[in-house]
Each structure stands twice: as C-alpha cells, then as structure tokens.
C-alpha cells in the first residue's frame, strides 16, 4: 500500500488541530471519506440528482439504476446470493430494528432469543424490545475472562427450547474481539434458531461472503467503511427475508393500495418505504468499490499490524489496563490510564491532537461486566501511519506523566 497517496484522498487527515498535526484514531465510530466516494456523490447531485422507481424521465431513470447498480454491487460486496437480499437502511442501528419489527409475528410468548454481553445498544435493545412486546425471553450469553464469547454458554442456552433467534456483533467495538461467525451459525442453526449479525464492525477485516458465514442476517452501516452517515445495508437471506412483514408503510413499497385493505410489494421494495438516501447509496456503493480495489485482505493486514503496535506499546506502559486479551482482535482496543477518568485522559490526548472515543461506547451491559463506567479507544484504520501510532503512544505516556504530577 502507498500510504502517502492514499493520505492524499483523505484532505480531512492533513489539517491541523490546536496547532498540531490531527491524528485520527477514532474509526470505530466513523471513518473518513477518501476522495472518490465525495465525487460519486458530487456526481449525482451535479448531474442526476431525482427521485426514484417512480418517474418516466431520463434523470430519475439514471438515478434509480444507480441506485440498484449499487444494490448489485452490495450483494457482490457481500457475496450474497440475489440482489433482492440487500435492503438499503440509513445504518445498522435502522436495519436491526426494522427486523426485529418486521420478524415480530413469528415470536410467540415463551420462545427465547439470545443476545450476547459483547453487543453495542444496537443489537441489543431491538431484542429487548421485541421480548417486551411477544413475551419472549431474552438470555444474555457472557464472555470469558479473556473477553471471547462464551461458546459452552451459548451452546448450553442453545438447547432451550424455542430458541428463535441469536444476534451477535461480527466483532465488538469495545474490545475489538472477533467472533467465529460461522462456527457460531452452524451450532444456531443446529437448534433451529435464525442468527443475526451485527456487522458494523466487521467490515474491513476481509472479504465478506455470506454464503459461507451462513448468517440468517447481517447489518451494517455505509460510514463506517470510508461511506457517508446516513447510509447502510440490512442483508436477509431469502429464506428469512420471506417470512417478513412490511413495519414502514408508505410511499414506493405498496403493491396495491385500497380504502380498506391493501397489498405490499414484495422484498426488497416492500421493506423500503419512502425515498431513500439515494446520493448516500451512491456513495457507499462508491465506498465499496473503492476498498474492493484497495484489497480487503490487505487493509485487514495493515490495520491488524497497526493494532497490534498500538496494544504492544499500552502493554508495555506501567500504569496502563488493557481490557480483553482475545485470540483474534480487529478494529479497535480499549484501556484506561490508571487513575484518570477516561474523559479527561481523551480530552488532554484532543489538546495533542490525537481524536480517540471515551465513554461507554453504547455498550453498557459490557461496561459492567469489565467493571468500568467507561474505557478509552483506539482504533486505526489503514490510512493511519506508525509514526501516529507511536505519536499517540507518546501522548498516552505524556498523560500518565502529567497526571501522576497532578495527583502529587
Ligand atoms: N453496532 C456496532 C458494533 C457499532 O459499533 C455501531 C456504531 O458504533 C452500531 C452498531 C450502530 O451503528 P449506526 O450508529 O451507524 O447505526
């Protein structure tokens, strides 16, 4: 990879902050757009700018093949079987909650679904939610010490009986564990329950091919594979995608409408109610060709290598907690400074220019089980260089100086 011409797609990452050079480390919560997705979308806006599916002129026709050109591409991307698999959503949190809405009339009172420790709060509450409203149980399936999922524990919760469905993260945003999808979706599928996949971190970290993962779901959103916000995919197999039921309703997804009754068109249009972000779409279409011609494969090996000289440099610090010790990390670390809350550590790192997301990263539930109310995070992308790497490990060090200083 030539970082320098990389970099140089990226305007965003050459300006200063407080007068130094900005050193982004904060792409679990999004990442930057590098030149080409700006002007797919520029394109669009400049040039075709119209709604969609419903007009006989010739830019809303361009738009709307744009629009399942990128559809085609999604389920190339994802290596889907059907394009009518992929559902565009304005991000995972929105594709979670439209399936737990529109699967609703196949969970009965009594029926379990598991969910896991490791889950942001968006595939977590939707599950809680739907229990809340069928009677369903919901069952929590801890994490071992080193932080990976607990698969006696799931595969003990997996002989349930009725267990419907399993939602599990491709891999945690707080601890940047990496779970062994399909190995999880034999033994869900073996109790006959459907799985769900977060997806939202788990897409820079190689090829994606759903036929092998055999997931029965898989969500996640544009702006966190160098695509805009606003923008994602809800991929349903067919065989699920079927058996759900429109929960939007509204314009471009009706067959038939009629004073009493009416019909809904079948997936995905039936399931996309409403104009969607048809220049977002555009863009992460743009997005995905974009790491397509980068390499997926060796994005992951340059991100894993920056993560893993990010972990070396913490571990060797005194005074520094790094939380889980899994087996496959990707993406992201968390850890805290000892003695300073994480807040304060990120807002003195800010001062250095160094961007770095504190808090409880919408995953409280895990936050309790690592007893902490909040962590720090670093998570490069591969656009990140050593020498930033190993800036950010000096100002983690200048911090712990300034603080032990501080606390006298
Ligand atoms: N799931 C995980 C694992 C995430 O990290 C995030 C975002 O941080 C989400 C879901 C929610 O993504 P969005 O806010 O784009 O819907």
């Known amino acids: 990879m030539d970082i320098n011409a990389i970099r140089s797609e990226y305007p965003i990452l050459s300006q200063e902050v407080y007068g130094r050079p900005l050193i982004y480390l904060d792409n679990a919560a999004t990442t930057q757009l590098p030149l080409p997705v700006w002007r797919a979308m520029e394109r669009y ?17 361009t738009a709307t093949a744009q629009l399942e050109e990128a559809r085609q591409t999604a389920a190339c991307f994802l290596g889907a079987e059907d394009s009518r698999e992929i559902l565009f959503t304005s991000g995972a949190t929105e594709g979670l909650n439209l399936l737990a809405r529109s699967l609703e009339h196949l969970i009965l009172p009594g029926d379990h679904i598991l969910v896991t420790v490791l889950e942001h709060h968006s595939n977590f509450l939707p599950w809680q939610e739907l229990c809340a409203r069928t009677g369903a149980q919901l069952h929590i399936v801890p994490i071992t010490g080193s932080g990976e999922l607990d698969r006696e524990q799931l595969r003990r919760l997996l002989t349930l009986p009725q267990v419907r469905l399993a939602a599990v993260t491709a891999v945690s945003n707080v601890l940047g564990v990496c779970n062994p999808i399909r190995e999880i979706a034999g033994e869900v599928h073996g109790a006959g329950a459907w799985l769900v996949v977060d997806g939202a971190q788990g897409l820079r970290h190689g090829r994606l091919d759903m036929i092998t993962l055999d997931c029965d779901a898989f969500a996640f959103s544009a702006h966190k594979m160098m695509g805009p916000t606003g923008t994602g995919v809800l991929y349903v197999k067919a065989s699920l995608l079927d058996q759900l039921r429109p929960c ?17 068109a079948p997936p995905p249009a039936g399931l996309e109610a409403g104009t ?6 555009i863009g992460l279409r743009a997005a995905m060709d974009y790491l397509t011609r980068l390499g997926l494969e060796e994005i992951a090996r340059r991100e894993a290598a920056l993560l893993s000289r990010a972990e070396a440099g913490l571990r060797a610090m005194p005074g520094i907690q790094v939380y889980g010790a899994p087996s496959h990390r990707a993406g992201a670390l968390s850890f805290n400074l000892t003695g300073v809350h994480p807040f304060d550590a990120a807002a003195l790192l800010d001062r250095l220019g160094i961007a770095l997301r504190s808090g409880h990263h919408c995953a409280q539930p895990l936050m309790r089980r690592l007893g902490v109310t909040g962590t720090l995070r670093v998570s490069p992308a591969f656009y990140n260089t050593e020498d930033e790497v190993d800036a950010f490990l000096a100002g983690v060090q200048k911090v712990l100086d300034v603080t032990e200083v501080y606390h006298g």
């Open 45 to 61: 806006y400049t040039q075709t700018h119209s709604n969609v599916h419903r007009g006989a002129h010739l830019l809303s026709e």
């Open 248 to 264: 939007v309703f509204g314009g471009g997804m009706v067959d038939q409408a009629e004073e009493l009754r009416s019909a809904y």
């Open 276 to 281: 969607p972000n048809i220049a977002g779409i």
